[in-house]
């Protein structure tokens, strides 16, 4: 089965600082998504990625995809409160079910003002 | 770790029909869970945050007589998509909201439902 594994699992900066989150997989991904909670609501799709070397930008975040299409990154240039929250990456599981997404543990994070 | 369950993992229907799908946080409450759909090689999408004992919120664009939903207890939610046709196959996740202590706020996601509709 497919594993993701996100690093850290908490994170708490000072507001302005740059910060990265990632996203490491046991096997190829086929599709990378990166999802945004804010606390107690549900998740808001931040990227998509399926490409090797694939860089994707979305106002101050920035996600990346590796060559070997294992790894991700989430980056965050000069943080603010809002982007408090947990960041979730997902994969898409090819079986016969047809498609399946496993995700990983999850990145909390807290931007002190 | 936290387990939420759902059912059926997979329902093949008629058009016309009404399906049913349940999700069910094992061993923790869950006040909210969110019910999501996935079409292939796409992202999730949120359709409705679901309140024990209260209406569900529906997301701009999802019809709430179409995908009824109910959430009677602290464990069990359900979405019905009522007179389903083949534009409503898709790949339909729950997640469950645990409260933990302070500062701690998790979701838990179920293994998802996968609905044809032929």
């Known amino acids: 089965s497919q594993e993701l594994e996100q690093s850290p699992q908490s994170l708490i900066v000072q507001e302005g600082k740059n910060l990265t989150i990632n996203c490491t997989s046991s096997?190829?991904?086929?599709?990378l998504y990166w999802y945004k909670q804010k606390y107690g609501e549900g998740l808001i799709f931040l990227m998509m990625?399926?490409?090797?070397?694939e860089e994707k930008s979305h106002e101050k975040i920035t996600a990346k995809l590796d060559e070997k299409k294992q790894q991700s990154s989430l980056h965050i240039t000069a943080s603010q409160p809002s982007h408090a929250g947990i960041y979730l990456c997902g994969a898409d599981v090819d079986n016969n079910a047809g498609n399946m997404l496993t995700f990983g543990g999850g990145t909390r994070l807290m931007v002190k003002p | 770790g936290a387990v939420v369950s759902q059912h059926p993992s997979r329902v093949i229907c008629k058009s016309g029909t009404s399906v049913k799908i349940e999700c069910r946080s094992l061993?923790?409450?869950?006040?909210?869970m969110f019910w999501y759909r996935q079409f292939p090689k796409q992202s999730l999408m949120l359709m409705a945050t679901?309140?024990?004992?209260?209406?569900?919120?529906?997301e701009q664009g999802v019809e709430k007589d179409k995908f009824l939903i109910n959430h009677a207890s602290l464990t069990l939610s359900t979405l019905t998509v009522t007179s389903a046709h083949p534009e409503d196959s898709s790949f339909y996740i729950c997640?469950?909201?645990?409260?933990?202590?302070?500062?701690?706020?998790?979701?838990?996601f179920g293994p998802g439902t996968r609905l044809t509709v032929l």
């Open positions: 990625l399926q490409k090797g070397g």
């Open positions: 679901s309140n024990e004992g209260s209406k569900a919120t529906y």
């Open positions: 061993d923790f409450q869950a006040t909210t």
């Open positions: 997640s469950a909201r645990r409260l933990g202590g302070p500062g701690t706020d998790t979701q838990y």
């Open positions: 096997k190829t991904l086929y599709g």
